[in-house]
């Protein structure tokens, strides 16, 4: 989902920033998160909106909530290899419909688990359109990357103060609506064996001006750990590493993770250069979204890498869909779809894209190079 992206720089902006202080609570020792994530195997997925979403909003509402679909994308998931899926919610789900939200999570969960893939849930969210609104969803516009995808809180809120309060004008407010919101979900699944790990704040920072963060995101990025590490999860908690222009940001969220995770959308080189960096820390890592082809972000080039270096792979998009992120950040097309396509794998009727694709990810799956899970029907030739 990153504009910025990761450059040789980030090396001196992150190891020049001095440490920050931890938030109240514990996080894990080095040796506790070494030990979970031996524990399982290799960590490969990709990030998961079904291709009838628009948003998160539409993903969950009752209304367009659609379990047979969801269970149909996750078995082409299954298929690959894939282990994990990395699922956006959003706090106007909960405020809105409190308990329905909580049951289709739950249902979510026992669909995702039946097809042996546990599920990494992000809570806030930087990212794209400020304003947004329960209810019927934008539909798409055509060949525009993410047209109708929405921020969380983002500025404009919708909730008890009536539509239209600025986040900057009602900061209290919303701070304990997210709170409440994310105090509730984590407890109700603290202990839940099919959540992976928590990711609470998605590119933190972004879609604003680099000095503006210290306003509003890095005040907010500690606020929701200090929520976090007052539940105490059984799963580890992280935030995303995803700009080397929020440096000291950068350092804080790394030494407040249990598992450092990471996002860039660079070729081989670069992205080498970003892990060699990290390893300075000494703890697992996963990269929670790469992939994008016009970048040189292949699976072909980073995915062997990741696999090399024990580092999950978590790449952006399943199914093509109506987040349109087949097509590139700000470069909208006229045409059906471009030469090239920026993320996802697979069509609707679950062809693979590129079939050398398909290949590659099932090679370095559990799976194996062109082998699929005995019963399973295999995907759309």
Not at 80 to 102: A, I, P, Q, Y
Not at 291 to 319: C, H, Y
Not at 337 to 362: K, N
Request: aromatic share 12%; charged share 25%; proline share 5%.
């Amino acid at each position: 989902m990153n504009k910025l992206l990761y450059i040789p720089v980030f090396l001196s902006a992150v190891l020049s920033c001095s440490p920050a202080g931890n938030v109240a609570g514990e996080r894990w020792t080095d040796e506790e998160a070494a030990e979970w994530y031996a524990s399982h195997d290799w960590i490969a997925g990709c990030n998961f909106i079904p291709s009838y979403a628009i948003n998160q909003l539409e993903m969950w509402q009752e209304d367009t909530f659609d379990p047979e679909a969801i269970d149909r994308e996750l078995g082409w998931a299954e298929e690959l290899g894939f282990n994990c899926m990395r699922v956006f919610l959003h706090h106007v789900l909960w405020e809105t419909d409190r308990e329905g939200f909580k049951d289709r999570i739950d249902r979510y969960l026992d669909i995702s688990s039946g097809h042996g893939i546990s599920t990494m849930f992000v809570f806030l969210d930087d990212c794209w359109n400020e304003s947004y609104a329960p209810g019927k969803q934008p539909e798409p516009q055509h060949g525009v990357h993410n047209s109708g995808w929405v921020k969380d809180p983002g500025i404009l809120y919708f909730g008890p103060c009536g539509s239209g309060c600025r986040y900057a004008e009602d900061t209290t407010a919303i701070v304990e609506v997210l709170e409440a919101y994310v105090k509730d979900i984590m407890t109700e699944f603290r202990d839940d064996d099919r959540i992976l790990m928590w990711d609470l704040y998605n590119e933190p920072g972004g879609g604003q001006d680099p000095d503006r963060y210290w306003e509003r995101s890095f005040p907010l990025l500690k606020s929701v750990f200090g929520w976090a590490r007052e539940v105490d999860p059984s799963q580890p908690v992280t935030a995303g590493i995803w700009s080397a222009e929020l440096g000291e940001m950068n350092v804080w969220q790394i030494e407040n993770s249990d598992i450092v995770t990471y996002h860039t959308y660079e070729g081989p080189e670069q992205h080498r250069h970003l892990i060699d960096t990290l390893k300075a820390w000494g703890r697992p890592m996963i990269c929670t979204e790469y992939m994008a082809r016009t970048q040189g972000s292949t699976f072909q080039d980073i995915m062997p890498m990741l696999k090399d270096e024990n580092i999950g792979a978590i790449n952006w998009g399943l199914v093509a869909g109506k987040t349109n992120t087949i097509f590139a950040w700000a470069t909208p097309v006229e045409a059906d779809e471009p030469e090239v396509w920026f993320h996802d794998i697979l069509r609707q009727d679950g062809t693979p894209y590129s079939r050398e694709e398909a290949d590659c990810i099932r090679s370095l799956t559990r799976y194996g190079k062109n082998s699929l899970k005995s019963g399973a029907q295999g995907l759309v030739e």
